[in-house]
């Protein structure tokens, strides 16, 4: 299996800071990488698909970026509906799995 | 819009079987480009793949639970349904039904999700 590990695992910030959560695959696995949010109670929602790719009525601050074993969610400016959990997933192989999360708590 | 609905027993006993189904709308499942997941988050805790099925009715199993997991589907009701055998207090989770979509660049992802439903197993 592709163990995927995120860092931090939680991480406090304020309204307006730029904020980077880093995901990291246990092997390559091009570009086969996806985000997603979960707020409390809420079922995750699909943010970046492709590493890169913005989700159809996504805001604009959110952006991802990487390839091979290293990618990066970027809030550019955190608002205050940002704060929740937010994981990392592979669809290179099959089982599918997904990174542990990061909490972003209000500081 | 697409959207699924888990719905099933809240309680299950200790060694009997966890029976789920998720009700699809606004898309068929007979797609052939979804595939349809089970994905379960036990209380606190990160997103466990379970698995999932194609309409022709192939499927794939995470091998930590292939031995106690099977999913069907009944392109009828447009629905399919998890069955988890031999519970224990471990399999206690939130269990989502999502849909895999095959997306561009031949990477897949899940979209939609279902709202989840809580499994307590106990006694």
């Known amino acids: 299996d592709i163990q995927m590990t995120q860092s931090p695992s939680s991480l406090s910030a304020s309204v307006g800071d730029r904020v980077t959560i880093t995901c990291r695959a246990s092997q390559t696995i091009g570009r086969y990488l996806n985000w997603y949010q979960q707020k409390p109670g809420k079922a995750p929602e699909l943010l970046i698909y492709?590493?890169?790719g913005l989700q159809s009525g996504v805001p604009s601050r959110f952006s991802g970026s990487g390839s091979g074993t290293d990618f990066t969610l970027t809030i550019s400016s955190l608002q205050p509906e940002d704060f929740a959990t937010y994981y990392c997933?592979?669809?290179?192989?099959?089982?599918?799995?997904f990174g542990q999360g990061t909490k972003l708590e209000i500081k | 819009q697409v959207q699924l609905q888990e719905s099933g027993p809240g309680l299950v006993t200790p060694s009997q079987t966890l029976s789920l189904t998720c009700t699809v709308s606004g898309d068929s499942i007979t797609s052939d480009t979804s595939y349809w997941s089970w994905i379960r988050q036990p209380p606190g805790k990160g997103l466990e793949w379970i698995g999932f099925i194609y309409y022709s009715g192939s499927t794939y199993y995470n091998p930590s639970l292939k031995s106690r997991v099977s999913i069907s589907v009944d392109t009828s009701k447009n629905q399919f349904s998890l069955r988890l055998n031999s519970v224990t207090a471990a399999d206690t989770a939130m269990y989502h039904c999502a849909r895999e979509v095959q997306g561009v660049d031949n990477v897949d992802w899940f979209d939609p999700w279902g709202q989840g439903t809580l499994v307590i197993v106990s006694s």
């Open positions: 492709v590493a890169s």
């Open positions: 997933q592979q669809s290179f192989s099959v089982p599918r799995t």
